[in-house]
């Protein structure tokens, strides 16, 4: 993740965005930087999933 944030920032990127499932890793995104910036819950058959951003400047 490092390295792909790197890149991002070298080529003048501003923020990075991303969705993932309650299941998978929010808090490793959140140890990162990342803030949740939306949710929508889990219903019957399917997980929470979070939008996540992070700014570089």
């Given at each position: ?33 990342f803030n949740i910036i939306g949710t929508v819950p889990k219903f019957t058959g399917s997980p929470a999933r ?8």
């Amino acid at each position: 993740m490092n390295i792909a944030e790197a890149e991002a920032i070298k080529r003048g990127c501003m923020i990075a965005q991303l969705d993932t499932l309650d299941f998978q890793a929010p808090r490793f995104y959140q140890d990162l930087g990342f803030n949740i910036i939306g949710t929508v819950p889990k219903f019957t058959g399917s997980p929470a999933r979070y939008f996540m951003m992070k700014q570089y400047i």
